[in-house]
């Protein structure tokens, strides 16, 4: 699905990864609490929340917003991070049909009591765009089945039994957002399972951008369906865990680390073309708060 390549960067990038943390896991733990406004913030606006970064920030902190906002968009934004909070505290939990319903059943809490940490049923169809979930007569079995598969599967981080690791998760989040077992919530559920499952492969978790969710992610679960081919997934999260491996392992080795802009002007490069590097991931830099970062030293 991906050029091997790609396989022996983020190989070389995981294997420095790991290295570096020993002694460091703390510190990473702090780096990923860091990020929960963020995943947090760009998870709800994919479902079009109108809560901005700032909005999540203040509201995670306990701090009063200047407006007046949805009181579901509020609850939606700490349930997100509750769930997000509590994998990261407990990275390494195996995933199961139990585990997938009580994650929901955390997201929706005050919000939908009635449909929370429970699958579709009876007369419960749900469409998004032209999209129309599974069946809901099926869906108990087709969750149990898809999770089944995905444990069955050796998904392990060097590629070497059963499928490359990510072609593993990306199937998987295809499969989930076709099937569409909840009434309400399957994005957020479905983005935080790949972070659950990466992380429990060692790996830290991703942040899928909404910035970039009509050209990079949207058309994707358009495509799926019709050809059953998954790969873009799999290119989305490799780009995006090679972001979340460079920042780490940049944050702890960097003597200092700078605004990309700054960088490249330093460095005589143009601002597009530096950014275009960032967004492959031929040079490591990062996201902070939207803004990519980069190490001053790095040449």
């Known amino acids: 699905m991906i050029y091997q390549s790609t396989k022996d960067k983020i190989e070389a990038l995981r294997k420095q990864f790991v290295v570096l943390s020993k002694g460091n896991e703390k ?12 995943m947090v913030y760009n998870s709800n606006a994919i479902e079009n929340s109108t809560l901005t970064l700032e909005d999540t920030e203040k509201i995670l902190s306990g701090g009063e917003l200047n407006r007046k906002v949805n009181v579901r968009e509020v609850y939606e934004a700490k349930n997100l991070a509750k769930i997000t909070e509590a994998l990261l505290h407990k990275p390494k ?14 997201l929706l809490t005050h919000i939908d009591d009635s449909i929370a940490g429970r699958f579709r049923k009876g007369k419960e169809w749900v469409r998004v765009g032209n999209h129309l979930g599974a069946n809901p007569t ?7 089945e898809l999770v089944d598969d995905y444990n069955n599967d050796k998904a392990l981080p060097t590629g070497q039994a059963g499928r490359y690791f990510l072609d593993t998760i990306a199937h998987f989040h295809a499969e989930f957002e076709t099937i569409h077992p909840f009434v309400d919530g399957n994005g957020r559920i479905g983005r935080v399972l790949i972070n659950l499952q990466l992380m429990n492969a060692g790996l830290p978790p991703i942040i899928i951008q909404n910035k970039s969710k009509h050209k990079e992610y949207y058309p994707l679960f358009a495509n799926y369906p019709v050809t059953m081919k998954f790969d873009g997934f799999t290119q989305l999260f490799a780009v995006l865990l090679q972001e979340a491996l460079n920042k780490r392992i940049t944050m702890l080795t960097a003597k200092k680390i700078i605004p990309l802009s700054l960088w490249a002007a330093q460095n005589s490069i143009k601002p597009t073309i530096a950014a275009n590097k960032a967004k492959r991931q031929t040079i490591p830099a990062f996201r902070l708060r939207e803004k990519w970062m980069i190490d001053e030293a790095y040449k």
């Open 27 to 38: 510190l990473l733990t702090e780096i990923a609490l860091t990020e929960i406004p963020e």
């Open 93 to 106: 939990q195996k995933l199961t049909v139990a585990l997938i319903l009580d994650l929901h059943k955390t």
């Open 138 to 144: 099926f869906v108990n079995n087709l969750m149990r």
